[in-house]
Nanobody, 126 residues
């Protein structure tokens, strides 16, 4: 079992920045890949970013590429999502997810992840 707890969401003006955190517990954090997804009202949950076990490889959705950075601190069992130049269309609930079947996976599909956090709300005002 893996427990995931997100934090860092909030209300920010367009052009601003936020850093989301996701604290993991329950399994050895450095043995699995992690991802961030988001879900806007009335829309399906979509991939945002993923990172492998070491942090050496990352992947991003086109919609956030160049504006967001995913990173991890295995000593703190935490994955981060730094989001810059935020836009109103970034408004969503952001979820972190754990892919415990793979250390290397940079999957963008929901069914590639085994555990999910409860989500943190990000609201970007125009």
């Amino acid at each position: 079992q893996v427990q995931l707890v997100e934090s860092g969401g909030g209300l920010v003006q367009a052009g601003g920045s936020l850093r989301l955190s996701c604290a993991a517990s329950g399994r050895t954090f450095s043995r699995y890949a992690m991802g961030w997804f988001r879900q806007a009202p009335g829309k399906e949950r979509e991939f945002v970013a993923a990172i492998n076990w070491s942090g050496g490889s990352t992947a991003y959705a086109d919609s956030v590429k160049g504006r967001s950075t995913i990173s991890r601190d295995n000593a703190k069992n935490t994955v981060y999502l730094q989001m810059n130049s935020l836009k109103p269309e970034d408004t969503a609930v952001y979820y972190c997810a754990a892919d415990v079947r793979s250390r290397y996976g940079l999957g963008s599909l929901l069914n590639e992840y085994d555990y999910w956090g409860q989500g943190t709300q990000v609201t970007v005002s125009s």
